[in-house]
């Protein structure tokens, strides 16, 4: 396997068992992008095609994918990106500066955190705590004459 410095788009319905050097197989209804590594080593490159992972652009005949592509889990260690085709190689990138992008990352893909309740319910106005009370009471009396009236109806009175 040989380093390879342009990738053919070919989209499939199928993803194939054996990937071919040189091809970007993208496919639509599973939202990802593969291709053998461009640096000939045969491990296989997974890009998933959602918004927080990749974006994937066609211009022509050839496909561009942001953010770069860095395999710093394969032995080879490559990074580059892919535009209209081409393999744009980009340098290694540091243990932290890979930590920081992983990080970000996941901060990216984690639900919003849900706005903080107050830290506490304001005292009602003067003179409203009164009307408070006597609404409450009012409420309670009404549900106490409900109730009462139910097991009147239930045994037959």
Sequence with gaps: MARVDRLKTVFVDEIPEILEDGILYVSEECRVALHNCACGCGEEVSTPLVRTEYRLTIEGDA???????????????????????????????????????????????????????????????????????RGRVRKQRAHQRIARAGKRESHGF
């Design 63 to 133: 496909a561009s994918i942001w953010p770069s592509i860095g395999n710093h889990d394969f032995a080879c260690a490559s990074h580059y990106v892919i535009k209209q085709g081409e393999i744009l190689w980009a340098g290694k990138m540091s243990r932290g500066a890979i930590e920081a992008g992983r990080e970000r990352d996941r901060r990216l893909k984690r639900p919003p955190a849900p706005k903080p309740l107050p830290s506490r319910i304001p005292a009602p106005k003067p003179g409203h705590a009164r009307l408070f009370r």
